[in-house]
């Protein structure tokens, strides 16, 4: 404790003088006087000398009788202790005794110890940024007695802490002290200081404190922020166009800025270390995100930016599976591609007489499950992205398929001469004007005017007798009846049928000669096709 160790020395000190007093014969002094103070390692010397003796002998020793740990140097009247380099073991009372003829004098010097051999060292535990807590620590290294020290921190003018070492030493070393303070920097931070005293009190020994100081100016920083992108002149670009984008971003020290491109894996591709970057005949595959970072040494922060390189729809074709022509309640898909960037959007309209467009679907396969004769039209495809429209057209033809035609001959296939036959042909799906009816002749087919699919023979000659056709023919079938015709003359009961023309029906029915021949000479053969030949051909054999 310092209070005793002060009484203690006090009371040595007045013991010293008393003894010395009782000497009279000659004198003793010592330099320094009665106390002095020696830094760690410093080489200090304990002078004693006398006045009034011829040739004294000097002797030193400790009040304690511990080793003096310094070396003695006699010259004549003075004796010198020198301690080189000044350790712990030197804090002592150290006694110097002279002997001459007259007697014995003796003379005490006190030798305290200290350590303050450095400035004190400010450390931080990371970068000053505005916003952040930040620990600022202050140390002073290898200090005796550091029950002593009192230690300040300092923002500025602004003292953060003070303190005291005011703890028990439990064995003479040295050490390392250690003033922590927490604070959170604010934008004033920048340019201000912080400052770190260290004040060793060695009291009565020495009324000017030991002191130290260490300045250190903040380093404040700021993270990136407000990163700002600007693109000129705009982000959505034709192929071929150039494009310059300008980045700019807040910070302390004011960031970096690097200009990157988003690879496909996520990866960042480093294009530029310019806060402006341009680039020229862009290409489709130049499309993606940039992005712009501003970098510092205490952050970053990003901006991304998405460019569109557009290239107008083309290419615009039309799939239609199974076929354009298709049979009534057949399914139709309709597929449109269409190339372009952005992907084209598809558009599916129906062409209406006016020559508008009605809307119809939004999806690239336009699917009709079940057709019908009304959906025969024009079909449009387009193909729509921002940078465009490419078109494409289809027609669509849905037909009926001829079914259940009947040929007939009114009243009947054998008529008289001069009589009237109505010759009628029915199809039940089909429209009447698809009806063809025909008469057979060696010199080719006489297609005859008939109305609503009938023709009528008035005064029915013998010429008028032979192979009737009906044929009703369309894009997705076709249905073909015959009938031969009787014309009796009036004279005779013989009729008229010239052989050829058996030939042509039974040819153009596909009918083979054999059977012909029997319906022939039946006289009373209905052909009506392969179905009623089938059918002719089971009653004849
Ligand atoms: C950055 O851009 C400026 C102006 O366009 C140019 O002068 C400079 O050379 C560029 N620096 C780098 C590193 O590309
Ligand atoms: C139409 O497309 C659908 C779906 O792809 C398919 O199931 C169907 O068989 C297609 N129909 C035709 C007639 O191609
Ligand atoms: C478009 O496709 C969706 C699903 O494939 C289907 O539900 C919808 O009916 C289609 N729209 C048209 C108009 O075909």
Not at 144 to 160: C, N
Not at 220 to 227: A, D, E, F, H, R
């Amino acid at each position: 404790m310092p209070g005793k160790m002060a009484v203690i020395f006090g009371a040595s000190t007045i013991l010293w003088i008393v003894f010395a007093a009782s000497a009279q014969a000659f004198k003793i002094q010592t330099s320094p006087e009665s106390r002095t103070l020696a830094q760690i390692g410093d080489t200090v010397s304990l002078t004693c000398s006398t006045t009034d003796c011829e040739s004294p002998s000097f002797s030193w020793r400790t009040q304690i009788d511990s080793p003096l740990s310094a070396k003695v140097r006699n010259e004549g009247t003075r004796s010198t202790l020198i301690m080189d380099p000044v350790s712990f073991e030197n804090e002592h009372s150290y006694l110097c005794t002279a002997t001459c003829k007259s007697g014995k004098l003796e003379k005490g010097i006190q030798v305290e110890i200290y350590s303050f051999p450095k400035d004190p060292e400010i450390q931080l535990s990371g970068p000053v940024e505005v916003g952040k807590p930040v620990t600022v620590k202050c140390l002073a290294p290898d200090i005796y007695p550091f029950d002593r020290l009192e230690m300040d921190l300092l923002k500025g003018t602004h003292l953060m802490k003070n303190q005291e070492f005011l703890e028990d030493m439990e064995k003479k070393s040295v050490e390392t002290k250690i003033l922590e303070a927490t604070f959170t920097p604010v934008l004033e931070d920048v340019g201000q200081i912080l400052v770190c005293r260290a004040r060793l009190h060695l009291q009565e020994m020495d009324s000017v404190p030991k002191e130290r100081e260490t300045i250190k100016e903040l380093q404040v920083y700021i993270s990136p922020q407000n990163t700002v992108v600007s693109v000129h002149p705009s982000p959505r670009l034709q192929e071929g166009d150039s494009v310059t984008m300008t980045c700019s971003s807040e910070g302390l020290p004011a960031p970096k800025v690097v200009w990157s491109k988003k690879l496909d894996n996520g990866n960042l591709q480093l294009l530029s270390g310019n806060a402006t970057l341009t680039l020229i005949a862009m290409r489709i595959e130049d499309s993606g995100v940039y992005v712009c970072e501003g970098v510092n040494l205490v952050g970053r922060d990003k901006k991304e930016v998405e460019l569109i390189v557009q290239v107008a729809p083309r290419d615009t074709d039309i799939l239609v599976s199974p076929s354009p022509i298709l049979e009534e309640g057949s399914p139709v898909n309709l597929t449109c591609l269409s190339h372009g960037f952005p992907a084209p959007q598809i558009l599916w309209s129906r062409q209406l007489i006016t020559g508008e467009l009605q809307r119809i679907s939004d999806n690239t396969t336009l699917t009709l499950t079940s057709t019908k004769m009304e959906d025969s039209g024009i079909y449009v495809c387009e193909g729509i992205n921002q940078a465009g429209i490419s078109k494409k057209t289809v027609e669509l033809i849905i037909q009926a398929s001829p079914k259940d035609m009947q040929l007939t001959a009114f009243p009947s296939e054998s008529v008289k001469e001069g009589d009237t036959v109505i010759i009628s042909c029915t199809c039940g799906n089909v429209p009447k004007t698809w009806i063809i009816l025909k008469k057979k002749a060696e010199t080719g087919d006489i297609v005859l005017k008939s109305i609503d699919g009938a023709y009528t023979i008035r005064k029915a000659q013998l010429e008028d007798a032979g192979v009737y056709e009906c044929e009703s023919k369309t894009q997705v079938g076709s249905q073909l009846r015959s009938l031969i015709l009787d014309v009796k003359g009036r004279e005779n009961d013989k009729g008229y049928f010239p052989p050829e023309l058996l030939v042509l029906c039974c040819a153009s029915s596909l009918i083979i000669p054999a059977v012909g021949m029997i319906i022939y000479f039946a006289r009373r053969a209905n052909m009506k096709g392969s179905y009623s030949l089938a059918a002719a051909q089971k009653s004849k054999v």
